[in-house]
């Protein structure tokens, strides 16, 4: 979460290594809502804390944003699909969507972003 809890809406979401006996803004929960909520992250601009976000309509290589968390919306559901891919909700159908989350720049700090399930990096 960039070195903090509280990430403001719309910081990008990045994938880093993990530092000596973990920290407080890399640690991450899966909600009842199917969103990826980041642990901690409640604060008064976003009662409910800060979700992994990707802007409606979904396309390849959006990037994954923090965003408030807003409940079963379209653009903040995750579903582990059969291949052990976070893959997104369909805007307009209650099932698993086209896109996974994926890392931009494997193997280095990345942005978390969009892309084919069929391809990527799994995230």
């Not at 960039?2 to 880093?16: N, R």
Request: glycine residues 14%.
């Amino acid at each position: 979460a960039g070195g903090t809890t509280t990430p403001t809406a719309g910081t990008p979401v990045t994938v880093q290594l993990c530092p000596a006996g973990g920290s407080s803004d890399q640690r991450f929960g899966y909600t009842t809502d199917l969103a990826i909520k980041l642990i901690g992250s409640e604060t008064s601009g976003a009662l409910n804390g800060m979700c992994l976000d990707a802007s409606l309509p979904h396309s390849a290589g959006t990037s994954v944003t923090f965003q408030p968390c807003l409940g079963r919306v379209a653009g903040q559901q995750w579903s582990l699909d059969d291949g052990s891919r976070f893959a997104s909700t369909r805007e307009t159908e209650a099932v698993l969507g086209d896109f996974c989350l994926s890392v931009k720049n494997p193997g280095q700090a990345s942005d978390i972003v969009l892309h084919g399930c069929n391809g990527g990096v799994k995230f």
